[in-house]
């Protein structure tokens, strides 16, 4: 067992050391890129879709306006031009300005124009009766779009938004031609592909795979490297990591359990490359605040009470993909809570046996000791599942008899969303970009996809001066308040552990650096294949 | 004979009809719905967003007018679009219906030449050691989970692989058709095929051994023994001819089903077959694609049935008039 | 005088004792004896599970994540520390309910089924052979994937989560049964000696059960013990597919599915349960294999 651990450790560090030393190569042109994804792109609309069943085989074959540095994809702030060659804001952060590259064609050799870049804005923001566009409530701070003329794109804004930048560079904002929209319609994008990314369409076998080939004429120049890609369907875990193993893909963007790193490691030794990130999402219990008992706070609070975390960073992230101990910010961001700040809030302390010391105590005074009560699961294995047992069992040790229900996608939805018949439910929050101040709107009262039912004004207020805080101190001190609001004074939800993304692949896949989000810096133009040394 | 079989034909009718009741009445008794799951993967759930897809895809429509739909695409071989890609369902079925025929034919093929010779082997040897032994292989076929005996053949060729030639080998995961690349298309089907095929082989032993036994006991065998022919000669010309008939029903009753049955056998494989489109296909609610590959199974399932039939009235006059 | 046919009069003669035929049927069938010795060996460790497992099935302890086969943990101990001896001996459990449930209540069902059409006839037989027909051409698999679903939607628990993976694999059983045992059943129906028996006034229901089920009892024997075996494996092919038994139930085929994710790092994990699996679906299958030959006269040797 500890040997086997040590080669693990080892091989990972030797992991880290190569990767590193791979930025300070020459990058090498040519080799197809085979990657495996778990599902299907139910379309290739990204303005419509959410899952990186989409994003994975289509993102390389668009460009967006802005987006995340694929060399630095770690770093939320970073922010740079894809498809414009400037932007500046005013002073009042009201009027953002947009510098179109020019030269840039679409893959049918259309020119692209910032007339363009606003029909597409226009699908997103502002689509016609009917249409859909899933991330339309990203952007209710713009006021307008306007394409002043042919190079330039300025965006109005209601009020100033740090969030605004971020929801453009938002992966899933392919730039479409206006051409395409005026000629084939709205709907055209989910079955075609016209962009103006480092790769061109060539096919797609419907439930098997999506090709694509390189784009000569790709607006970041000298790249891509690559000839080409190809996207695998392959739905069973075990049939992605065999085909890694046996060499037919090179890489899952995705992310693989723990012990399947281990298994590929130990079969390929210094041919694997690992590279792992904290992951911007979390699984979040969700107690119904609408019936008893989950409506008496001491309940909540004894729930979150009775959880290990720091234990459960140890032994859970052994078997499922979860490791960081965290707060309602994504772990590492400036925004998030120190330990010496998490460590104050309920169910975070130090001291396992004194925390569930109090949790039995405020059952006892809540008169709910022994409660039997029903636990929503989705029929995921990674890591609902695993989450899902250890939460059982965690709370067995207060007394709590949760019986859980491991259902199916459908079914866990339309219980947790529609029917509410449940204690307790599993939901998650998982966004591309780390984005703080946005992705905790999840946990206020009557938001779109807050299903605990909370009642509480206080949480409300507390977002409201801080959404509106110009300092990072101020930002740092309200989300404090935030934290500790939700967790522990109202106990309205709470955080299990952060996911952790784990991306063995092969070690001649180079310049791909580990992003902390499945759909992020997908376009694939910075990897290159480095098959013969 | 032409009465029989349109007498077949015409009973085949409520059979359809019944299958496509079910297979529109039963998913829509499953609690969840396509568009809520469509939007699920994002925690920017907005119900406005999911209306507007359910009222695209026509689920807010009376639930009569959605049977009549389907069973007009029933009729006229049109089963429109699926619900979760919106692309033809025609088309969506088409690769994937050659997967899964090859696999059937090429599992079929490995049955056929498994059961046979042991089945022969295990009758003409009956209660000796040779037929204890092929009986206990043949049973340790069905004896495991299919997924199990899936996962253990690609964990083999991997180790094998690297113990002969140095670098890890595993089947191809992505389907070429066979005129395109014969090799290649071979050495990512034939595993599945074997496995698949072997598991199959148990009943039709079982099978090719009791006809054969029962053969071997009538006395036009009988006679040919007593005028001393040679037992080889004897099997293979008189008994085996006369004892397949039974097992080839059996053989046409399996290939039926491997047509849409192989779901878990193709999740381990990757194999793209219409097994794993069903499942996906009711496991994300898509009424019209569920509906399709259904009935498309129960079509190639009566058609065969019906051939059998046929085959066999043709055989034996007694059936047509009862 | 109805029933006391040749072979009944010859049986009455020199019945051998008990211990006589289970020794004939040793030295005849020793693959039978083998997998009746199986079937046993599991009922046996069914019945005492709580007494014969060392540790709880259902505890969690991190501290033992992993641990390889051997003392105090014989089999070793899964990803959460939950000892695997004991929870394959608390599995049969699970294992032999299915099995037997699934083959009694869908062999049983089909038998009654089955009889009934043959013995009635004309309309009701032909509107029972297109029902069969429907559901044998149904795909098993969208049957048993739609009723787990659906039962989810009722806040089954984890316990009772089994009765409706009992109910999914049982449907598609019954009319394969009725089937089989409706054809044997046309064929009794054809002897003089039913009609007789009607003539003389006596009830449906005493010509059926006297007369006409003892004389389908062999295809209906030979389908239950087939279908033990192929039950447990379709649990397992249910828990596969997401959608069998529920964590944290110690149940073999969702132990395997489980134990996918170690199956090189800790093959223990996985070994256990699908050693379980195959020796009894092994057993069950090779008993049923004799027991259709001893039933099946034409396959007695000469």
Known sequence: MRSKLWKLVLGAAAAAALSTGATAEEPKYGGVLNLVVASEAPSFDGHIETTFGTIHPIAPFYSLLVRVNPDNPGDPTDIQCDLCETFETSADGLTWTFKIKSGVTFHDGTPLTSADILATYNKIINPPEGIRSARKDFYLMVDSVTAPDDSTVVFQLKYPSGAFLPALADPFNFIYSKKDLDEHGYEWHQKNVNGTGPFIFVSADPGASVEGKKNPNYHHKGKPYLDGFKAIIATDMSARVQAIEGGRADIEFRGFPPKQRDELVAALGDKITVQESDWNCVLIVTPNHDRAPMNDVRVRRALSLAIDRWGGSQYLSNIAIVKTVGGIVFPNHPLAATEEELVQIAGYGKDLEANRAEARRLLKEAGHENVKIIFNNRGVDQPYKVVGTWLVDQWKQVGIEAEQQVNPSPVFYDILRKTREFDVSIDFNCQSLVNPIADVSFFLPGGGSQFSGVQDPEITRIYDELSKAGTAEQQRSLMRQLEKRILDETASQFITLWWYKINPHRSYVKGWKIPPSHYLAQQLDHIWLDKDS | ?322 | MTDTSIDRLEDLRDRPSLWRRLRSFMRKQPLGTAGAAVVLLYIIMAAFAPWVQPFDPLQNSYEFQFVPPGWPFLMGTDEWGRDIFSRVIAGSRTALLVGFSCAFVGATTGLVLGVGSAYFGGRIDLIFQRIIDIFMAFPLIVMALSLVSISRAYQVSAENSVYFVIIAITIPFIPRCARVVRASALAIREIPFIDAARANGFSDTRIILRHMVPNVMAPYLIMITAFVGEAILLEASLSFLGLGLQDPLPAWGLMLRNAQEFIRSEPWIAIWPGVAISLGVFGFNLFGDAVRDALDPRLRSQ
């Open chain 2, 1 to 322: 004979m032409w009465q029989y079989i349109i007498k077949r034909l015409f009973l085949m009718i409520p059979t359809v009809i019944g299958a496509a009741v079910i297979i529109f009445i039963l998913p829509r008794l499953m609690p969840g719905d396509i568009c809520e799951l469509r939007y699920a993967e994002s925690s920017n759930y907005s119900l406005e967003q999911v209306n507007l897809c359910r009222q695209t895809l026509g689920l807010n429509d009376p639930v009569l007018v959605q049977f009549g739909e389907f069973l007009w695409g029933i009729v006229t071989f049109n089963f429109g679009d699926s619900m979760w890609t919106g692309r033809p369902i025609i088309h969506e079925i088409g690769l994937r219906f050659e997967l899964s025929l090859q696999v059937a034919i090429m599992a079929t093929i490995v049955s056929v030449a498994i059961a046979i010779p042991l089945g022969t082997l295990s009758a003409v040897y009956q209660n000796t050691w040779i037929d204890y032994i092929v009986r206990g292989v043949s049973i340790a076929g069905i004896a495991m989970p299919s997924f199990w005996l899936g996962i253990l053949i690609i964990l083999a060729l991997l180790t094998v692989s690297e113990a002969m030639t140095g670098t890890r080998w595993s089947p191809p995961i992505e389907y070429v058709p066979i005129w395109e690349d014969p090799l290649y298309n071979l050495s990512m089907l034939i595993w599945p095929a074997l496995a698949t095929g072997y598991r199959y082989s148990a009943v039709s032993t079982r099978m090719t051994r009791s006809s054969l036994l029962e053969v071997l006991r009538e006395d036009y065998v009988r006679t040919a023994r007593a005028k001393g022919l040679m037992e080889k000669l004897i099997i293979n010309r008189h008994a085996l001819k006369n004892a397949l008939l039974p097992v080839i029903t059996i053989i046409g009753m399996e290939f039926a089903f491997l047509m849409g049955g192989l779901v878990v056998t193709e999740q381990v494989f990757n194999l793209n077959g219409l097994g794993r489109l069903l499942v996906q296909a009711v496991t994300q609610k898509d009424y019209t694609m569920t509906q399709a590959i259904v009935m498309i199974i129960v079509l190639v399932f009566v058609f065969c049935n019906i051939v059998v039939d046929i085959l066999y009235a043709w055989l034996d006059p007694r059936i047509r008039y009862s």
